[in-house]
């Protein structure tokens, strides 16, 4: 594929700065080619990637599409990006397109982040920290900061640290003690015992940030054979006396140059590695889980997911900037392919969903369902790795649809926005078709999609039963007084499910298929879960845990009897703008039906993750997906935890992708109904 040529225009444009109607900013950088690709490419290296500019585009204003492959190649990979900067713009480039506005930014008082992102070899050092002969962005920045702020009056401080197997190490301080990552009364994110050195010259700068060469496993008690791979980050923090003196901390400019993407069933099968590759990309998840939630205006931000955005709370989330630095490979390779597509998920805003085309063709979406970061042609990529990052059981992309729906989603507003809008989308292609069979993928899908951050605090269930031996009497369960679930509920959620359900041959034969003898004890399991809900149900008043809280306007739902509303506030806050929200009115059976299916969907998953924590070996190696060495290490993993799996994230730990995941719980589900 003939390399595109960058429009020698744009580099004379105005800065363009961060765009302000999204929190993160997604831009590519395409790395050039090593000493060695160039080599043995005998000097006709040609870039696997390539820029599509809109036509007439003159700003940065709107989107670029990258597309990989070469010329007469079957791939047709596209994605889109915020920007994309290709090889010959160097850091120089990207540092006064993209993080000079930052700057700004961070002087008049908020914080930035810039991250960078991608496969093992992209170029994010070499980006972030630079390298001998090019300075890297994060220099760049300390530069004009100082130049900035020399006669403001204003302290400039750094602290660099890494993040290692999940712990935050200080590297300023020689003997790189770990760093504590605590909450203050007020919420606040402290980093305790991470040093901080003031910095009064750029020389000084490259002194301090020779720290970062001094990895802290050199210093901590790493056994040898430990992987060795880490996030590395400058905080770079501006404050005035005022500041510092006033409740309001310093300014944060933060620079992270994150351990590159690998695909962990790729790289080494052993034990170790494949526990440091999982890890690694379960932090980087994480963070790609924050970029989405933040760009779609969740109302909750999964900050906990990872040590990485736990710590950077305080820096991503509200009016801070963060820019996400996809580095891109120049040449083939398959990790960058799925770095790009996460990317491209994570570029979707609130307001940016699928065309109702895609909903077409019921094997057209079946398709994109399954696919990573949804490249913008309709080919499936066949690569392993490029299987969805995000929320176990969804790919909304596939299912979130046309613009009118979000509108008549609003009205739904204890669910996320996009919770919401997936609904409405089902709510609305239901009544436009009504067949069975779309009934049913409706119903699947439904119980795909994440769980309403409002419902879930509300309705959680609790663990019922950890013996492996299955309660044969409703007492049996041990139900604590936090349990909130409400049993009617899941149990109603159950009827109307097999109601509407009518699962075509098509679906019995695919993805609803269920491997009876692969895991019988795990459907029996599920069976005798519902049975004891029944039993529980008739036998105690369990939703008496769950105070009702209906007011006058939700006496139709009252009346009608067949659901027990959870505690919902009149008014909810918006916890990043302060703003009220608007009550929730669950007033359709679809928005009911979806309801019930978060605490069933609870449900099942706790209790699958009861199993791994509880059951044998031999049981163990009973569940599709878990083979003796896997079900080994889960023994191994109790040993160290009593309980490992706390959420299905932790089922990366035994290297399972988030597809198997996926395709682990979906037929789960089906169990129930089989
Ligand atoms: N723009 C560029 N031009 C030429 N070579 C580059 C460029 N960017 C990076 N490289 C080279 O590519 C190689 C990998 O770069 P770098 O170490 O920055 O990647 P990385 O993404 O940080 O890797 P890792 O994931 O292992 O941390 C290095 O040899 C580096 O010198």
């Not at 043995?40 to 870039?47: C, H, Q, R, T, V």
């Not at 039963?465 to 409703?474: G, L, Y």
Request: with cysteine; glycine share 6%; hydrophobic share 35%.
């Amino acid at each position: 594929m003939a390399l595109s040529t960058p429009d020698s225009n744009r580099s004379k444009l105005p800065i363009a700065g961060p765009r302000i109607s999204r929190r993160v900013r997604i831009v590519g950088k395409i790395r050039g080619f090593t000493d060695q690709e160039s080599e043995l490419s005998g000097g006709d290296s040609k870039l696997w990637v390539t820029v599509c500019r809109p036509k007439g585009s003159d700003s940065d204003s709107e989107k670029v599409t990258i597309s990989f492959g070469d010329e007469g190649s079957s791939r047709k990979d596209r994605y889109e990006l915020d920007n994309c900067y290709e090889q010959d713009e160097d850091n120089a480039v990207v540092f006064s397109r993209e993080v000079k506005p930052l700057i700004a930014e961070v002087l008049s008082g908020r914080n930035a982040s810039i991250i960078a992102y991608g496969a093992r070899g992209s170029g994010k050092t070499h980006t972030i920290q630079g390298s001998v002969d090019k300075e890297g962005l994060a220099a760049m920045a300390i530069a004009e900061i100082l130049s900035q702020t020399k006669d403001a009056q204003k302290a400039v401080l750094v602290s660099f640290y890494e993040v290692f197997q999940d712990h935050v190490y200080d590297l300023l301080d020689p003997n790189h003690p770990e760093v504590q990552v605590l909450e203050d009364s007020q919420g606040k994110i402290k980093l305790k015992g991470l040093s901080k050195a003031a910095v009064d010259s750029i020389s000084h700068f490259h002194d301090l940030s020779a720290c970062l060469a001094a990895p802290c496993y050199s210093v901590q008690k790493t056994p040898l054979q430990m992987p060795k791979r880490s996030h590395k980050g400058l905080m770079i923090h501006i404050a005035s006396a005022d500041d510092i003196k006033g409740s309001k901390g310093p300014n944060v400019m933060n620079f992270v140059d994150l351990a590159g993407y690998e695909d962990s069933r790729r790289s080494s099968k052993d034990g170790i590695m494949l526990t440091e590759s999982a890890r690694i990309n379960k932090s980087l998840y994480g963070i790609m889980n924050v970029v989405y939630a933040l760009n779609t205006n969740e109302k909750r931000v999964p900050y906990r997911e990872s040590k990485l955005t736990r710590m950077l709370q305080e820096s991503l989330g509200g009016s801070n900037h963060v820019l996400l630095l996809t580095c891109l490979t120049p040449i083939l390779c398959q990790d960058t392919l799925y770095v790009a597509s996460l990317a491209s998920r994570s570029c979707q805003s609130a307001g940016q969903i699928l065309t109702s085309s895609t909903m077409k063709s019921k094997k057209h979406t079946n398709q994109q369902a399954r696919l990573v970061g949804t490249p913008l042609s309709g080919k499936k990529n066949n690569s392993g790795s490029n299987l969805i990052g995000r929320k176990l059981f969804s790919d909304r992309k596939a299912i979130i649809s046309k613009q009118d729906d979000v509108t008549s989603a609003t009205k739904f507003k204890p669910l996320s926005e996009n919770a919401s809008t997936i609904i409405s989308s089902f709510h609305k292609k239901t009544s436009q078709d009504k067949s069975n069979s779309d009934r049913s993928r409706a119903m699947i899908s439904s119980a795909e999609n994440e769980i309403p951050s409002v419902f879930k605090e509300t309705i959680s269930i609790h663990k019922m039963e950890k013996d492996a031996s299955p309660p044969n009497k409703a007492k049996d369960l041990k139900v604590t007084p936090e349990v909130h679930c409400d049993v009617k509920e899941i149990l109603s959620f159950a009827d109307d499910v097999l109601q509407i359900v009518d699962v075509d041959t098509e679906e019995k034969s695919g993805d609803m298929n269920i491997d009876k003898v692969a895991s019988p004890p795990l459907s029996e399991r599920l069976r005798e879960i519902t049975n004891n809900l029944r039993l529980l149900e008739s036998s105690t008043s369990l939703h008496m845990l769950m105070p009702k809280q209906l007011d006058s306007s939700q006496g139709s739902l009252e009346s009608s009897g067949d659901i027990i509303e959870p505690k919902t506030p009149k008014a909810e806050t918006d916890m990043r703008t302060g703003d009220k929200l608007e009550i929730a009115m669950y007033t359709s059976p679809w928005e009911r039906f979806h309801m019930r299916s978060s605490g069933a969907k609870n449900c099942l998953v706790q209790e699958y993750l009861n199993l791994l924590n509880t059951a044998s070996k031999e049981e163990l190696t009973r569940i599709q997906g878990i083979g003796e060495k896997r079900a080994t290490y889960i023994l191994e993993l109790r040993e160290e935890s009593s309980e490992p799996f706390k959420s299905l994230e932790d089922l990366k730990e035994v290297g399972l992708s988030e597809k198997e995941i996926n395709g682990l719980m979906r037929r789960m589900a089906g169990q129930l109904f089989c």
